[in-house]
DNA sequence: GTTCTAGAAC
DNA sequence: GTTCTAGAAC
């Protein structure tokens, strides 16, 4: 492999990652565990089933353990990495990258790797669908229901932070803001 | 998904 | 003049 040009889209992009030892966490017979190239925060990993799965809609009942293993595959990556950051499990109901991935994130969203709204509000917003969400519906109604319209609408929301619901204009206000929020929890000596 | 950058916003 | 956002990328 001489430089990066193996799988020709950049939304084929992580399929390299899953065998980029670089980026490579763990591994067990039905998943992959990866960090992700561009954390937007200070844990942020992928898990990504082996079975190809291309996205939410095309998941089945008969996947539902599968769903299982990689919440709780997400659980015991969080709590290895850290157990005083809250963590969420979720997936992005219109995600960019090809392959079901679910994003194993801690909410202090502290990153120079978060630079913009859309990343901002596909964390924050319903545009993130917690797993146990997505198990939900699929147990109640064999499939998951997705309004991708509605979804896409969600990332041009206004600047909230996720803690206390602050309105900002701007991505470095906002940022300069959640840091005090990360301090202040973490303050208990 | 990111990079780059024009021009809006300040 | 600088900061910041937002749209094109073949």
């Not at 909410?107 to 978060?114: A, K, V, Y």
């Amino acid at each position: 492999m001489a430089s990066g040009k193996t799988s020709g889209h950049w939304s084929m992009g992580l399929l390299a990652s899953m065998d980029d030892p670089e980026l490579k966490v763990t591994a067990d017979e039905k998943v992959v565990v990866i960090k992700d190239k561009y954390p937007k925060a200070k844990f942020h990993f992928l898990i990504l089933p082996k079975e190809k799965i291309p996205n939410l809609n095309s998941l089945k009942p008969s996947h539902l353990d599968l769903l299982r293993h990689i919440h709780k595959k997400g659980e015991e990556i969080a709590g290895k990495a850290n157990k005083e950051l809250k963590f969420r499990f979720g997936y992005h109901a219109v995600p960019s990258m090809s392959h079901l991935h679910m994003h194993v994130i801690s909410q202090d969203f502290d990153s120079p790797c978060l630079k913009n709204k859309k990343h901002w509000n596909s964390f924050t917003t319903s545009y993130f669908v917690d797993s146990s969400e997505i198990i939900r519906q699929l147990e109640k109604k064999g499939r998951v229901e997705q309004d991708g319209q509605r979804a896409n609408e969600m990332l041009k929301q206004d600047l909230r932070c996720h803690v206390c619901n602050k309105a900002f204009t701007t991505m470095p206000s906002l940022k300069a803001h959640i840091v005090f929020h990360n301090v202040t929890k973490s303050a208990g000596s």
